[in-house]
């Protein structure tokens, strides 16, 4: 969000259902399942880590 109002920002993330802004964590959590035995059987899907932003 560098570069980008407060307004901006707030605005934004009032639109994110889980009421904030994604971190690199929450991103790493995605690829360690992926790459877990638990993520094997999942291949070829489009996979949305957006704090449920439809």
């Known amino acids: 969000m560098d570069g980008k109002s407060e307004e901006t920002v707030d ?16 991103i790493a ?10 993520g094997g ?3 070829g899907q489009t996979l949305r880590a957006n704090g449920g932003v439809v």
């Open 11 to 26: 605005r934004i993330r009032s639109m994110i259902p889980l009421g904030r802004l994604g971190e690199p964590a929450d």
């Open 41 to 43: 059987w999942i291949n």
């Open 29 to 38: 959590r995605v690829v360690r399942f992926l790459i877990s035995e638990d």
